[in-house]
């Protein structure tokens, strides 16, 4: 199974590793996710998803394409952290959309980014520590560690995994 993933992040390229790492002959490339640096809906985050995951097949050729989007949603509690995930395969019209475990972030955090800046930066800032974003993430800094950003996108890419295989046994069961 040729698969690509529209990323360079590390703990993106993880979790599709951790995911199909088995089975599976996977490259990561760097896409357009076609909108803004830091996405701020659950939509937004979802479009961007599903972009890379066409990008990545345009760009490779490959048949099956992923790309796992972060972002930040407002709610009535604060500004929360968001993540989703899609998979496309070549010829298919619909993709596959999972989303990840999400948390609220502290206030210090949220209002940098409903000012405009993007949590990357910040939480590198915040946590004295260059490109978090690429390792634990926010998701593993606020958890203590416990859920790191690769294990959690790696929960949203087994979530895309189940629901395309499901998909494979209803084509097979209906002939
Ligand atoms: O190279 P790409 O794939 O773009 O990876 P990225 O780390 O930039 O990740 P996203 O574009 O999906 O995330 C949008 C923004 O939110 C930041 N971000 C999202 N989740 C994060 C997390 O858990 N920890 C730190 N930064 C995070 C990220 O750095 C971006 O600034
Ligand atoms: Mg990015």
């Known amino acids: ?17 951790n995911v199909f790492g088995a089975d599976a002959d996977i490259i990561g490339i760097d896409v357009p996710s076609g909108v803004s ?4 809906s659950d939509e937004e985050t979802i479009t961007g998803a599903i972009n890379r995951a066409k990008e990545a097949i345009v760009k490779t050729s490959r048949p099956i394409g992923i790309g796992l989007e972060g972002g930040v949603t407002e709610t009535p509690f604060g500004l929360m952290l968001c993540n989703w995930g899609a998979i496309v395969v070549e010829g298919e019209q619909k ?26 930066p910040v939480m590198a800032e ?15 800094i606020f958890t203590n560690g ?25 084509k097979k069961s209906s002939y």
């Open 1 to 17: 199974m040729k698969i690509a993933i529209g990323t360079k992040n590390r703990a993106k390229i993880q979790a599709v590793k």
């Open 126 to 140: 915040f946590c004295k520590k260059e490109n978090v974003r690429s390792h634990e993430g926010a998701i593993g």
């Open 37 to 40: 640096e830091q996405p701020f």
């Open 95 to 120: 993709p596959f959309i999972a989303g990840g475990a999400r948390i609220l972030l502290p206030e210090v955090i949220s209002e940098r980014l409903r000012k405009g800046e993007e949590l990357g």
């Open 146 to 170: 416990r859920i790191n950003r690769d294990d959690m996108f790696t929960h949203v890419v087994k979530i895309l995994k189940g629901q395309l295989e499901y998909e494979i046994m209803q």
